[in-house]
């Protein structure tokens, strides 16, 4: 059946405001890649805007897709959007999206860079029920989730409205007109907005005049994005360095800040294996941050003493401000105090950093892009004559705070710590939790141990109650311990399965752990028999186009709806052309696939061609017979 409709398509200009900002977020399976944008402008709504929103007009009949669903009873046809687009207020902002096209698991990954100032948080639910936990979108740039789960987004900005104050620069390393800075030093620049937040897009990063942007790293850390640089050959010896960057915030009419500063490089130093600058700072009573800036590292000729061709005296403070040294007693030289202490390679080495003059306030900081590769370094602070007790990798933080009075130790080698941790779950597949797993998967479970490894002979599964542990697969890898179980007959369809797996590690008293998971398998039938009805456009842009839908019949088809058997049909954009079966259901009337009883006598089934205009081409309706059954007649 083919019903013919016209439409009268009526242009109204549209003035478009710019989009305050926008997120994109990547969705993929390994295959294919999908964008979803997010984001908020002044004049949005929580339905279909046009000119702002992105409508998603069909679901492709293969392959991966994802959208945001909507329901807007002003735009009923619009169900679908791949940008979607809030309006610009101080509240809880919700999107959700969903994927299909494909069986595997999909990733949903972005820039933390890009979230504006607010709170971000992406979490998985369902259509009707929020996520159970949220992760943030600024710690976190990925999350994995199964077709079948919504992606949750919330988002509540830290302000709305025009945004009329510019970023500003918080810190910078090197300071402005520090001298005898190493030529092999990372120079980074602190900036911070207090509205909206850097735009990462906008930043520009000058060195002595020459564009190094795109040689530069871009790093949020909470509500400040970090700036970092450093040239592949060094900074010039004994030269005055320029510094200029520019960024603005995010905004549909952006506020800039331009900042410039300047440091002058040592002389060329004698070779070292290893270097770490390090940076003591105070507050003053004045409020204004002090840094004094230190380094220390090794080399194959240093001495543990005072070596002129690697270390660097300090002559003394100015008095009154604060300072910093590393202690130096050599009874060949008057030195008693370094900036730059280089020791000798062949012995693991201790510094010890005091202070004079310190605020009320008192830290280390440091780059962790400058720790070397296959050293590991440790940093704690204790009161003399008591030596630190807790000791902190320098590879995994980037700052220590510390008392007014206690000095600072830093050592290539710490007190080994017992292991009283138990092992861990790093993942398991499916995911704890997730829904619509085929019930033929198998389930793999990956556990590691922070300290003595697994025992892998401690290892037992249950699954459903029963101890599976003799039919698994068990192998280790350094770190990780590997368990697949895959059933013969495969799990119970349309059930939840809970398992749990125990494990002790191998320190003395073992440290045991229980891990207890759960995952909910579907329900995929399979119809008797399936055939497509095809509707032919000819020409189509000077090619033909076809349009397939789906029909046939199965034991558990009805005339209605059924679940897992019948697909819904997306409705396409307002005045598009459609095809599709009809049903008389009191929710879902539009099919692309009906699936009918196979045990009635006869069965009908409807078809409607929608808004054909046959002014440029022609249509017509086919079929391939050697898909239809041979026990049935077909009119």
């Not at 000819?538 to 034991?555: A, K, Q």
């Amino acid at each position: 059946m083919r019903k013919l409709s016209w439409a009268i398509l009526l242009i109204i200009p549209l003035v478009v405001f710019g989009v305050a900002w926008k997120v994109e977020v990547q969705i993929t399976d390994g295959t294919a890649t999908r964008t979803l944008k997010w984001g908020l402008h002044p004049d949005a709504t929580d339905g279909y805007d046009f000119g702002i929103d992105e409508n998603y007009p069909l679901i492709p009949p293969s392959g991966l897709y994802t959208f945001f669903p909507v329901d807007d009873p002003t735009n009923p046809y619009v169900t679908m959007l791949s940008e979607d687009i809030r309006q610009d207020t101080v509240i809880e902002h919700l999107w959700k999206a969903t994927a299909g096209g494909t069986f595997d698991s999909v990733t949903a990954s972005w820039d933390p860079a890009d979230i504006p100032l607010g709170n971000a948080f992406v979490g998985l639910g369902t259509f009707a029920e929020e996520p159970v936990e949220w992760i943030s979108m600024t710690t976190n740039s990925f999350i994995k989730y199964y077709p079948g789960d919504y992606l949750w987004i919330s988002f509540t900005p830290a302000t709305s409205g025009e945004d009329d104050n510019p970023p500003y620069v918080v810190s910078t390393y090197p300071t402005d007109g520090a001298s005898s800075v190493p030529t092999d030093a990372v120079v980074q620049i602190t900036l911070t907005d207090d509205e909206t937040g850097i735009d990462p897009e906008s930043i520009e990063l000058q060195v002595n005049s020459v564009d190094v942007t795109s040689l530069a790293t871009v790093q949020r850390e909470g509500n400040q994005w970090i700036v970092r640089y450093s040239p592949a050959e060094g900074f010039p010896t004994e030269s005055m360095i320029t510094v200029s960057i520019s960024a603005a915030d995010i905004g549909a009419e952006p506020n800039y800040v331009n900042y410039s500063f300047s440091f002058t490089t040592s002389g060329a130093p004698s070779p070292v294996l290893w270097e770490v600058p390090i940076v003591m700072n105070t507050v003053s009573a004045g409020a204004d941050t002090v840094e004094f800036p230190l380094s220390f590292g090794v080399a194959e000729d240093a001495s543990q003493l005072f070596d002129p061709e690697f270390d660097v005296p300090f002559p003394g403070p100015v008095p009154g401000e604060f300072y910093a040294y590393f202690p130096l007693a050599d009874p060949e030289y008057e030195f008693s105090m370094l900036k730059r202490d280089i020791r000798s390679s062949s012995v693991e080495s201790e510094w010890i950093v005091r202070m004079g003059n310190p605020g009320t306030t008192v830290w280390a900081s440091w780059n962790l892009y400058d720790i070397p590769d296959g050293v590991e370094l440790y940093i704690a602070s204790a009161f003399p004559p008591d030596e630190p007790t807790e000791w902190y990798s320098m590879s995994d933080v980037n700052e220590l705070e510390i008392t007014v009075g206690e000095w600072i130790w830093i050592s290539e080698s710490t007190p080994v710590s017992p292991d009283e941790e138990p092992p861990y779950l790093v993942s398991s597949i499916p995911e704890i939790g997730a829904a619509g797993i085929p019930p033929e998967t198998e389930l793999n479970i990956i556990i590691s141990d922070y300290g003595t490894g697994v025992d892998v002979s401690s290892i037992i599964l249950t699954v459903e109650g029963e101890d599976v542990s003799d039919l698994c697969s068990i192998t280790e890898t350094e770190p990780y311990v590997y368990i697949v179980y895959s059933p013969d007959t495969g799990f119970t369809p349309s059930s939840r399965i809970d398992w749990t797996l125990s494990a002790a590690d191998l320190a003395e008293p073992p440290n045991s752990t229980l891990i207890e998971g759960y995952f909910n398998t579907g329900f995929y039938p399979t119809p008797d028999w399936l055939a497509n009805l095809n509707l032919y456009i000819y020409p189509f842009e000077d090619d033909s186009l076809s349009s397939s839908i789906t029909f046939g019949t199965d034991e558990a088809g009805t005339d209605y709806f059924d679940m897992g058997l019948d697909y819904l049909y997306a409705p396409p954009p307002p005045g598009a052309s459609s095809f599709y079966f009809y049903i008389e259901d009191t929710i879902w009337t539009q099919l692309s696939r009906d699936i009918r009883s196979s045990y009635q006598d006869s069965v009908i089934w409807i078809a409607y061609a929608m808004n054909l205009d046959t002014s440029f081409a022609e249509y017509s309706i086919g079929w391939q017979p050697s898909e239809l059954p041979s026990s049935g007649t077909f009119l």
